[in-house]
């Protein structure tokens, strides 16, 4: 082979090498993006959801380890019933009523989560079958409160009540007393307001252990998919 050939398959050689890593650095590089969007996506539901629910699950252990101890939690012993609440001014919910109300709220978070974590469960791309588990899961914490009297529908309803789409974010605490304040909106927390009176009082307690067990499990999958730590254990150790 003369000099000219051997320069020329050098150089096609090389154009083909060269063009070659372009693609596949490009290819990475697009993958390496498509990864990243799917995770950035799929935190922006998880993460939230992770947080609630452990928010949820430490408010109402506060309830099971007192009633456990005490037989009831008196700072959420502020109501007879729900409609008491109207005519209440902001003091009370600032004050005597916070620990009801806000557990209430935290509760009411947690279904906005799940409500808008199961509607967007396809869109979601989850490893093998962490789909179906997540579903499962949320599923599991919503049957545990219907059997609290709480159902399905009415949590769904709830839920959209607090989670403010247009504006991506949840009602405050604040907000969600202003919700309360209205009879003809309050109606439908009502049903939350009840179980959360009746567990402060002492009762209900194998329905609230299981409200628990499946807050619970839902948090240790969003740990391990998340790959965080144990959320229930930092609950708690932030109170510390």
Known sequence: MDTLSVALVSALTSGAISTGLVWLTSRQQRRDSERAQR??????????????????????????????????????????????????????????????????????CLFAQMTRTRHDIPFLRLPGKDDT?????????????????????????I??????????????????CDLLSQPDRRVWADPLIWFHLAVANGERRPNLQRALDAMHELSAFLDDSLAGGASLRARWDAEL
């Not at 008196?74 to 109501?79: M, R």
């Not at 588990?133 to 769904?156: G, M, N, P, R």
């Open 159 to 176: 839920g959209t009540d607090v989670l403010l789409e247009a504006e991506g974010r949840l009602r405050s605490y604040r907000e969600f």
């Open 39 to 108: 995770e950035t996506h799929n935190m922006s539901y998880l993460n939230p959801l992770r947080w609630h629910t452990a928010e949820a699950h430490h408010r109402l252990s506060l309830y099971a380890t007192s009633v456990d101890r005490r037989g009831f939690y008196p700072p959420a012993q502020v109501l007879n019933e729900p409609q008491e609440i109207d005519g209440k001014n902001a003091a009370w919910f600032a004050g005597a009523g916070v620990a009801l109300v806000s557990s209430v709220w935290m509760t009411a």
């Open 133 to 157: 588990t997540l579903a499962a899961l949320i599923l599991k914490v919503h049957v545990a409160f219907a059997a609290c009297d709480v159902y399905y529908a009415t949590q769904s309803s």
